[in-house]
């Protein structure tokens, strides 16, 4: 990781020269939570100006990260990093908690969240996540491997969004999985067998044969319906 992150920066560099303000590392690489084969490497570029031109220099970049099995960077002026927390602001409160930064300023340090903002967008989040499961999961029911795969696909957009709502909620935050789903369980009063089941599965690797696929997705749909509920009725 630290290699690939090195070079990442370094090819910054040359493209953007002195156009480039920042390279920030945050998500689940910066608070422990990086796994080799299923975690991204989340970064934030910030930029001085971003033209048609910034971005031709940018292709060849973001094409070796793409090709290495990342995410895009997160490309942005610091002008928008600065004006944008109410359109982003789950994933400005996570970088202001924890970030490394790769390269330039920490363009984090100064800014704000404003919690109305952000109660909207964690609820928006999840039900915009619980429709896209159903959609999904309607052409999928009667294949076990895909459905399931589905299940632990989206497992991790579970436990942020749950993250989230426990800090809303005013729980001390939480970074590891397990750790979220222990403590929502606590916030909301109801538990969440279906969630740890997955959690385990996508952990080991392996297809498990004797799951009930969709068992499974039923709780799991319940479980998430009862963490919308939870986040619907916490303070506007």
Same mark, same amino acid.
């Not at 928006?124 to 959609?135: D, S, V």
């Given at each position: 990781?630290?290699?690939?992150?090195?070079?990442?920066?370094?090819?910054?560099?040359?493209? !953007?020269?002195?156009?480039?303000?920042?390279?920030?590392?945050?998500?689940?690489?910066?608070?422990?939570?990086?796994?080799?084969?299923?975690?991204?490497?989340?970064?934030? *570029?910030?930029?001085?100006?971003?033209?048609?031109?910034? =971005?031709?220099?940018?292709?060849?970049?973001?094409?070796?990260?793409?090709? @290495?099995?990342?995410?895009?960077?997160?490309?942005?002026?610091?002008?928008?990093?600065?004006?944008?927390?109410? *359109?982003?602001?789950?994933?400005? /409160?996570?970088?202001?908690?924890? @970030?490394?930064?790769?390269?330039?300023?920490?363009?984090?340090?100064?800014?704000?969240?404003?919690?109305?903002?952000?109660?909207?967008?964690?609820?928006?989040?999840?039900?915009?996540?619980? =429709?896209?499961?159903?959609?999904?999961?309607?052409?999928?029911?009667? $294949? /076990?491997?895909?459905?399931?795969?589905?299940?632990?696909?989206?497992?991790?957009?579970? *436990?942020?969004?749950?993250?989230? &709502?426990? %800090?809303?909620?005013?729980?001390?935050?939480?970074?590891?999985?397990?750790? %979220?789903?222990? &403590?929502?369980? $606590?916030?909301?009063?109801?538990? !969440?067998?279906?969630? $740890?089941? =997955?959690?385990? =599965?996508?952990?080991?690797?392996?297809?498990?044969?004797?799951?009930?696929?969709?068992?499974? !997705? +039923?709780?799991?749909?319940?479980?998430?319906?009862?963490?919308?509920?939870?986040?619907? +009725?916490?303070?506007?």
């Amino acid at each position: 990781m630290e290699q690939v992150l090195s070079q990442l920066v370094e090819r910054l560099k040359a493209a !953007f020269s002195d156009r480039l303000v920042a390279a920030v590392l945050y998500g689940s690489a910066v608070i422990g939570d990086w796994n080799e084969t299923s975690s991204d490497l989340n970064v934030l *570029c910030v930029l001085d100006r971003l033209t048609p031109e910034e =971005i031709a220099q940018s292709e060849p970049v973001f094409r070796w990260w793409r090709e @290495r099995g990342y995410a895009p960077p997160l490309l942005l002026t610091a002008e928008e990093v600065s004006t944008s927390t109410d *359109c982003f602001p789950m994933e400005f /409160h996570d970088m202001k908690e924890h @970030r490394r930064v790769l390269y330039g300023t920490d363009v984090i340090a100064g800014i704000t969240v404003d919690n109305s903002f952000y109660r909207a967008q964690v609820e928006h989040e999840l039900r915009a996540k619980q =429709i896209r499961l159903r959609q999904k999961a309607a052409e999928l029911l009667r $294949n /076990h491997d895909r459905l399931m795969k589905l299940l632990t696909d989206s497992i991790s957009t579970f *436990c942020v969004l749950g993250r989230h &709502a426990l %800090i809303l909620s005013g729980y001390p935050p939480q970074w590891k999985k397990k750790d %979220i789903v222990a &403590a929502l369980e $606590n916030a909301v009063g109801n538990s !969440f067998p279906a969630v $740890n089941e =997955i959690l385990s =599965i996508r952990a080991s690797g392996k297809k498990d044969s004797t799951t009930a696929a969709l068992a499974l !997705f +039923g709780g799991y749909l319940s479980e998430t319906e009862a963490l919308v509920r939870f986040v619907d +009725g916490l303070q506007r």
